[in-house]
């Protein structure tokens, strides 16, 4: 049996997404409205469930609880996005 990897031209064969070809972008694409739509959506989300522990919580003593979650998960989505912003740079 052939080896396949070597019946293959990578370097010769155009937009197939070989190794330093990658396949060229749809034209009716576009990729910063998919980007933002998502963004959006996320944003959409949290403020439905903000709203629906609002809602659940509101007069209830776990109301401090639910604000130093919050204020906790900021604080981790923070530091995450410092930390993937330098994995990224360097």
């Given amino acids: ?4 990897d070597s019946s293959i031209d990578y370097i010769g064969f155009k937009g ?9 972008p ?20 949290m403020g439905i469930a ?3 522990a609002a809602t659940v919580y509101s007069g209830s003593l ?4 639910v604000i130093v979650g919050l204020l906790a ?8 996005w410092m930390l993937e912003v330098y994995a990224y740079v360097n």
Avoid: H, Q, W
Wanted: aromatic share 6%.
């Fill in 1 to 4: 049996m052939e080896n396949a």
């Fill in 16 to 24: 197939a997404g070989g190794p330093g070809a990658p396949p060229p």
């Fill in 26 to 45: 749809n034209p009716r694409s576009n990729p910063d409205r998919a980007r933002y739509l998502t963004s959006l959506s996320c944003v959409v989300m």
């Fill in 50 to 52: 903000l709203g629906v």
């Fill in 62 to 65: 776990y109301v401090k609880f």
């Fill in 73 to 80: 998960g900021a604080t981790v989505a923070a530091c995450d």
